[in-house]
């Protein structure tokens, strides 16, 4: 049973986020709403799951527990197998832009500190 269909832990928020024109397909995922602010990191690969990425985003949940920081764990994943690298990077960035207050992100698989 995938991470998304369980009846006792489901996430809080699965957002996807869709971009035709530029070739964005991302989903963020945000563990659990315990906190007003949720991290985890941006992975940009071309096979990352909706299910993979709840999964992170549950692992970022104890990462910050352990470590005491007070925010929820949160994870993105964006689907991508080839063509403007910059274009989809970009249309996802300003999409997340206007969510810093209750979702910050950095770099993971894929992904750069520059990005």
Do not use: N, Q
């Amino acid at each position: 049973m995938s991470l998304l269909e369980r009846d006792d832990a489901p996430p809080a928020r699965v957002i996807e986020i869709v971009e035709p024109a530029v070739g964005l397909d991302a989903v963020v995922v945000i563990d659990h709403e315990l906190f007003p602010t949720s991290a985890g990191g941006t992975r940009m690969v071309p096979d990352v799951t909706a299910d993979e990425v709840a999964w992170l985003a549950r692992a970022m949940t104890w990462k910050l527990a352990v470590c005491g920081v007070p925010y929820s764990g949160a994870k993105a994943g964006i689907r991508f197998g080839g063509g403007d690298r910059a274009a989809v990077l970009g249309a996802y960035l300003e999409r997340v832009r206007g969510w810093h207050d209750f979702f910050l992100t950095g770099p993971d698989m894929g992904t750069h500190p520059e990005d």
